[in-house]
């Protein structure tokens, strides 16, 4: 089995800052890319920032110059340091990862359980 469990969440003041982290844990054959995606009450989920292996990364436009992702492969973990936080930041953030379970086996999202960001003064 696979688990990926999010933390770092929670309520912080318009301007602040907040940091992410999701650890991956069970047996695989490969993690390849890693990333962040949110959803708000109403909306559909979407992508925030993603970043390979290698460590190339993608931003959504919202948030670009405000978030970093990054991650450590040792640690099979990504995060997600979001500054200069904005209401419309508020939202469940959800940790992805795309995993090869064995060598044969075909490539799969594995999702984590979410956890709450709200930008509120």
């Known amino acids: 089995q696979v688990q990926l469990v999010e933390s770092g969440g929670g309520l912080v003041q318009p301007g602040g800052s907040l940091r992410l982290s999701c650890a991956a844990s069970g047996s695989w054959f490969s993690i390849y890319d890693m990333g962040w995606y949110r959803q708000a009450p109403g909306l559909q989920r979407e992508l925030v920032a993603d970043?390979?292996?290698?460590?190339?990364?993608n931003y959504a436009d919202s948030v670009k110059g405000r978030f970093t992702i990054s991650r450590d492969n040792a640690k099979n973990t990504v995060y997600l340091q979001m500054n200069s936080l904005k209401p419309e930041d508020t939202a469940v953030y959800y940790c992805n990862a795309d995993i090869r379970r064995t060598l044969l086996s075909d490539r799969t999202d594995y999702w984590g359980q979410g956890t709450q960001v709200t930008v509120s003064s």
């Open positions: 970043i390979t292996f290698g460590g190339r990364t």
